[in-house]
């Protein structure tokens, strides 16, 4: 089983991408679940998902990378029982760090035999959040497979090759991506491997 975990700060376009994914995984026959990750007490995402005909599997009330961990590892055992997915498509909090997910599920769920770890920055906010909330953006660039500078069609595009050089520095090995996930803008690069 694929776990392909989109993770980014709140309001980085993470669900709007993963409702993309998961319908061009779908066309293209693979089988698939979703866990969505709230922070708080009511699953907006879950049930937006929900809404346009997608089945999730929600976590709330904190968060999976730290008091939600255990839940995680029962959950994902628990998709794997039932659905037999080809690939989970796993949506944490913005709060939460992919790299602490990717140990504990590596650790206790060795169902869940390849990696995919995709993290959006908010190109729009990306200095003033970098300034506020600079560990935990670091931590989550440097824990990507892939780096989606979403939301280019938001701002000068002579800001975007610093903003990927930035990103750059954090973690050298990943790959980046210029996109709009509201657009539909150069996602398809995105879906490459994760079939």
Not at 72 to 98: H, S, Y
Not at 118 to 142: H, K, W
Request: proline residues 4%.
């Amino acid at each position: 089983m694929r776990l392909v975990l989109v993770a980014g700060f709140l309001g980085s376009g993470k669900t709007t991408l993963l409702e993309h994914i998961a319908r061009q995984l779908t066309a293209a026959g693979r089988k698939i679940a979703i866990i969505e990750n709230e922070a708080g007490e009511i699953g907006i995402d879950g049930n937006y998902l929900r809404q346009n005909g997608l089945e999730v599997q929600e976590l709330y009330g904190g968060c999976i990378c730290c008091t939600l961990s255990v839940d995680l590892v029962v959950t994902l055992q628990k998709v794997q029982r039932l659905f037999a997915p080809d690939v989970v498509l796993m949506e944490p909090t913005g709060l939460a760090r992919p790299g602490d997910i990717v140990s504990a599920i590596r650790s206790h769920v060795p169902a869940v035999t390849h990696y995919h770890v995709l993290v959006l920055v908010d190109a729009a906010r990306f200095d003033m959040l970098m300034s506020m909330l600079t560990p935990l953006l670091t931590a989550q660039i440097e824990a990507a497979d892939v780096v989606a500078i979403n939301k280019i069609d938001e701002i000068d595009q002579a800001v975007l090759e610093p903003m990927a050089e930035r990103i750059r520095e954090l973690n050298p090995h990943a790959q980046i991506l210029a996109i709009s996930a509201e657009k539909a803008v150069n996602l398809e690069p995105l879906l490459y491997g994760l079939a």
